[in-house]
């Protein structure tokens, strides 16, 4: 992978990550607003994404590259997050969190897409790092839907 294809994956990555961090801060909102306990989760999962796209925009610099400064337009996963802030703005729990999870299955195919590429080595543990903490997270949403569920 030449120079320029790595700054583009990462920075589809940081797309990926500023898409995250809009996201679960609007959900933290609402749920802080509902005084829901999946507050502190949102909140947890919002800097995670923050944290991860400042690595990225780190690892952009490094190789020469401007670090993307908006979230992504047009694609499955910006789709995705307009459907929860649909699913927000009817106050369903459920229906949000499931937007959540499809957003964080969408970010994982993403994060799988450039672990398919032949990646320097401290960029791959990085981006091998992030994508485990996306799985954590899809892990901590569904454990909130099983337990809405329960309760309901």
């Not at 507050?39 to 952009?60: K, M, N, P």
């Not at 190789?63 to 106050?91: F, Q, Y």
Request: aromatic share 4%; charged share 30%.
């Amino acid at each position: 992978m030449d120079n320029q294809d790595l700054i583009l994956a990462l920075n589809k990555l940081i797309e990926t990550c500023k898409d995250g961090e809009e996201s679960y801060k609007t959900c933290a909102q609402d749920a802080l607003e509902r005084n829901s306990p999946s507050h502190s989760v949102f909140e947890a999962i919002q800097l995670s994404c923050s944290t991860a796209c400042s690595e990225l925009d780190e690892l952009v610099v490094k190789l020469g590259g401007v670090p993307e400064k908006s979230s992504s337009t047009g694609d499955m996963l910006h789709r995705t997050w307009v459907n929860l802030k649909h699913a927000i703005s009817g106050k369903n729990e459920d229906a949000v969190l499931q937007e959540c999870e499809r957003g964080e299955e969408s970010a994982k195919n993403r994060y799988n897409d450039a672990l398919e590429h032949d990646l320097p080595s401290y960029v791959r543990l990085i981006v091998e790092r992030q994508s485990l903490g996306i799985a954590t997270n899809l892990e901590k949403i569904r454990t909130l839907r099983s337990n809405i569920n329960v309760e309901a």
